[in-house]
């Protein structure tokens, strides 16, 4: 069951404690399925994706998606200065995949990350997996797999970050700051 996180009433936000929620998820999911892949979207999606790759014995079967030439609001945000490839080296026609993203929002960036998967193929199926779902849709976009669902008040953020020896960090942060 989801974590549920309002900063309202601020909570331990482990995201330790998420993933691994995340990752039981995950692991049932996608039990029995021959043609999994896993797919994250940098950056904070790319870190979760490493693991669960990791963890799920599918290193061999992970791919990373750069979605900043695919958003639809490219023109209103702009280049990010650390634009990261894209690498998928792996057949994904008629695989599986999960695709990860850190925060699940608008599912603008979602909606991004499906174009660039169909640049390299067609799937048999797509499954989101979000480390925290905060609401506010402007698409129709559903995760499949969440650690938590978050209520944050406006100008609010959730934001995922990942030290040295790559432990993961999550915080409530101001739009402004």
């Known amino acids: 069951m989801p974590t549920h996180i309002n900063d309202a009433e601020p909570a331990d936000l482990d995201a330790d404690a998420l993933y691994r929620d995340l990752l039981a998820q995950v692991r049932a999911g996608i039990a029995g399925v021959a ?4 797919v994250g979207i940098h950056s904070g999606g790319a870190w979760l994706a490493e693991r669960l790759a990791a963890d799920l014995g599918l290193q061999s079967r992970l791919g990373f998606i750069d979605v900043s030439f695919y958003r639809d609001d490219y023109a209103r945000k702009g280049l990010h200065p650390d634009v990261k490839p894209t690498r998928i080296e792996f057949n994904v026609d008629g695989a599986t995949i999960v695709l990860v993203d850190d925060v699940l929002y608008t599912g603008r960036t979602v909606r991004a990350a499906i174009n660039v998967l169909f640049d390299y193929g067609r799937p048999a199926r797509i499954k989101l997996a979000a480390l ?13 797999f969440v650690g938590a ?8 953020s959730l934001a995922l970050a990942r030290d ?3 432990r993961l960090s999550l915080t409530i942060e101001d739009d402004n700051a």
């Open 35 to 38: 043609d999994a892949a896993i």
């Open 149 to 156: 669902h978050a209520q944050l008040a406006p100008g609010r």
């Open 132 to 144: 925290a779902d905060r609401g506010g849709r402007e698409l129709p976009v559903a995760a499949d």
């Open 164 to 166: 040295a020896s790559g």
